[in-house]
């Protein structure tokens, strides 16, 4: 489905990014990941990729800086000579009443969340146009659309990521260039672990299957948006969130 694609995943060393990226490697596409701090667990996937015969690499890059996005598009031409798929998947989260939030949880989150996605779209369209073929995939959240207490920083970065998805689906079309968003629901990732027993039960208790999602369905959708079944689907928004988002 994408074997020999050149695919570029932010945020790929832990959680939803690092189960994209090894999904993407093992159905044969070439990947690079960046993470921001995690050495060791980038290096620990690079092992994981020489060990099965795949050809995954990483780079730290902080994705909320156009600089670094800019050099993250161009290890993965110089590697590789093209780039075919990009999943903006690196995010943060800040939580707290608005009342409490300061400036720098509000930006911070911003940043790294919805300042990253132009950042690594603006980079990565230049070769995508002039190949006439890219797939963008870009991670949101339910809550970007149902909203959620406590996190006006982040519902306002994933309710931008839609926004810039269709923007953006509308610009590229007709380069053959789509641009899709996948919006999790309560995946069990570090992102996630901080909730404690009750809250957990909680929010199950909403979700009409039942059970939290793991990474992998997340990847899943990921990889569908990547291959030719997705050829002729551009600027949506599919929620894979276990039916909380009907
Ligand atoms: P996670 O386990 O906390 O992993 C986050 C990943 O993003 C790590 O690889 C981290 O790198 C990287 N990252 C964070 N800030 C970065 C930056 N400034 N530059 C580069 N990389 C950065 O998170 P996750 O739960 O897998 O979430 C992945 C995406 O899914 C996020 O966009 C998140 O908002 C979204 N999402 C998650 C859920 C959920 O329930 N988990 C639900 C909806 C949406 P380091 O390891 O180096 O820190």
């Not at 079309?173 to 039960?201: C, H, W, Y």
Request: with cysteine; proline share 2%.
């Amino acid at each position: 489905m994408i074997k020999d694609k050149v695919a570029l995943v932010t945020g790929g060393t832990r959680g939803i990014g690092k189960s994209i990226a090894q999904t993407f490697a093992t159905n044969g596409a070439k990947v690079i990941f960046t993470y921001h701090s995690s050495a060791l667990a980038a290096n620990e996937i690079e092992q994981w990729g020489k060990e099965n015969n795949y050809e995954i690499f990483g780079i730290q890059a902080d994705a909320s800086k156009f600089a670094d996005a800019e050099k993250s598009i161009s290890f993965t031409l110089e590697k590789f000579g093209r780039l075919d798929i990009l999943v903006n998947n690196a995010g943060i989260t800040r939580d707290n009443l608005l009342l409490r939030m300061s400036e720098e949880e509000f930006d911070s989150v911003i940043s790294a969340n919805l300042k990253s996605v132009f950042n690594y779209t603006k980079c990565a369209v230049r070769s995508m146009i002039s190949q006439k073929f890219g797939r963008i995939i870009n991670i949101s959240s339910v809550v970007g659309i149902s909203g959620n207490p406590g996190q006006a920083n982040y519902v306002s970065a994933k309710a931008g990521v839609i926004g810039f998805t269709k923007s953006v689906a509308k610009e590229l079309a007709s380069r053959n260039i789509t641009v899709n968003a996948v919006a999790p629901g309560f995946i069990e990732t570090d992102m996630t672990k901080k909730l404690n027993e009750k809250q957990k039960e909680a929010i199950i208790s909403v979700i009409p299957l039942k059970k939290i999602g793991s990474p992998e369905v997340i990847a899943k959708a990921a990889l569908f948006f990547a291959s030719e079944n997705a050829d002729y689907i551009t600027g949506q928004v599919l929620c894979v969130d276990g039916g909380m988002t009907m």
